[in-house]
């Protein structure tokens, strides 16, 4: 009888609906200042050390200690990530159009000058920082691809790793291909 008492408690404890969650689609990210961005209660949000939130982030891009951050009503938030300063207070910049934008991060000197990186979602994804999950997941594809990896490696020893031969090639292109995404990865910011 006390089985069943416990069977049924169990039932009814594991039925209500749990407040902390993540589901499988759910994500989050350490920036590089040491604040997170993350998506865990239903839209992206910034979550900084100071205690500061910005909700409904669209998209942004990190430079020279600076998130730069557009929301879902088209303000543009610039935080300082060493100091938690959220330049424009809580109101953010309203941007009526693209000039007023570009004007504004050019004043501050928060221009990329090459290459501006945005970000939607998630950036740590890539093949190398999630690498146990690919063998987990994509053991039937994650296997046979190291296999191929490892016996072009052993052929382009066997040319002597030399770079007038097909293997080393072909070998130096995928290592090269591998260590930009890895780079990618662990320096997200914008040049």
Not at 15 to 24: D, W
Not at 96 to 110: A, C, P, T, Y
Request: charged share 15%.
């Amino acid at each position: 009888m006390v089985r069943y008492v416990l069977v049924i408690i169990a039932l009814l404890v594991s039925s209500f609906p749990l407040f902390a969650h993540v589901g499988l689609a759910d994500w989050g990210c350490t920036t590089p200042g040491g604040n997170e961005i993350s998506n865990y209660r239903g839209g992206i949000a910034l979550y900084l050390k100071t205690g500061w939130t910005i909700e409904g982030l669209n998209k942004w891009y990190f430079y020279k200690s600076h998130i730069i951050c557009v929301n879902n009503e088209n303000k543009l938030f610039i935080v300082d990530e060493r100091t938690g300063v959220v330049d424009s207070s809580d109101a953010g910049y309203i941007l009526s159009n693209r000039n007023s934008s570009v004007e504004l991060l050019k004043q501050k000197h928060l221009e990329p000058k090459i290459w501006t990186r945005w970000y939607d979602s998630d950036w740590e994804t890539s093949l190398v920082s999630n690498f146990p999950l690919f063998l987990i997941f994509g053991f039937y594809i994650a296997i046979p691809l190291l296999i191929l990896y490892f016996w072009l490696w052993y052929k382009a020893i066997r040319q002597k790793l030399s770079i007038n031969k097909a293997y080393p090639r072909v070998v130096y292109i995928i290592t090269g291909l591998v260590l930009i995404n890895y780079l990618f990865d662990v320096f997200p910011q914008s040049i």
